[in-house]
């Protein structure tokens, strides 16, 4: 089944430690989503990919950055978790910006 | 600043019966709008999309899309217990992003 995996499922992380998240998706989609979620939100957008166009929120900290070496794979990377980032991570794509999302099952992310 | 509302709940109904759920959009220009499901500590599940006035059926969920009064809603019949989850409201205003709501939480009692 075409799907988005992403890995790993929890991750724990101590302040500062720098994290990285994976994203993969078999679906082909045009576009790459990073969301972050806290516990009784919406999700928050991060970050998203159109192909190789990169396009970052306006309020996305500058500790979040993003790769996408192929069509396939998207990394979140956190240089230095805070507490505050503690959180569900969420990777979404869509064939275009107009299409329905489809979500992989999450990072549990925990910073010690 | 566009938004989407909805009624945080919790919303408690019996099972079998039908759960009602509403979300309202700021975006007169909105194109389309989508439903999802989120269990506890989940990702959000598609339920539905729906991109035109009237209503669009899928089982036991109804879509319901009114773009004059700005309103989209999600008829749930024969609620279940496994229906219990979080039904998060996102619209697409036709910029490049999705608009969510901060979700209504669904109980069904059994």
């Known amino acids: 089944d075409a799907m988005v995996i992403q890995n790993p499922r929890y991750q724990v992380t101590q302040f500062g430690k720098p994290v990285t998240l994976s994203c993969s998706q078999t679906?082909?989609?045009?576009?790459m989503y990073w969301y972050q979620q806290k516990s009784s939100q919406a999700p928050k957008l991060l970050f998203h990919?159109?192909?190789?166009?990169?396009?970052n929120e306006a309020d996305t900290p500058d500790n979040f950055q993003s790769r996408r070496p192929n069509t396939s794979f998207c990394f979140l990377d956190i240089r230095s978790p805070g507490l505050g980032d503690a959180a569900m991570y969420l990777c979404?794509?869509?064939?275009?910006?107009?299409?329905?999302?489809?979500f992989g099952p999450g990072t549990r992310l925990t910073v010690l | 600043q566009k938004e989407v509302e909805q009624n945080s709940g919790p919303l408690s109904v019996p099972e079998g019966a039908i759960a009602s759920l509403n979300c309202t959009y700021s975006?007169?220009?909105?194109?389309?709008f989508f439903w999802y499901r989120q269990y506890s500590g989940k990702s959000p599940e598609l339920i539905m999309s729906?991109?035109?006035?009237g209503d669009k059926e899928d089982g036991r969920f109804t879509a319901q899309l009114n773009k004059a009064s700005q309103y989209v809603s999600l008829l749930i019949r024969d609620s279940q217990p496994s229906d219990s989850a979080t039904y998060l409201c996102?619209?697409?205003?036709?910029?490049?992003?999705?608009?969510f709501g901060t979700g209504t939480r669904l109980k069904v009692l059994a």
């Open positions: 979404a794509t869509s064939r275009s910006k107009a299409d329905t999302q489809y």
């Open positions: 729906i991109y035109s006035n």
């Open positions: 679906l082909n989609h045009n576009v």
């Open positions: 990919y159109y192909d190789k166009d990169f396009n």
């Open positions: 996102a619209v697409y205003p036709g910029t490049y992003k999705y608009i």
């Open positions: 975006d007169r220009g909105s194109q389309s």
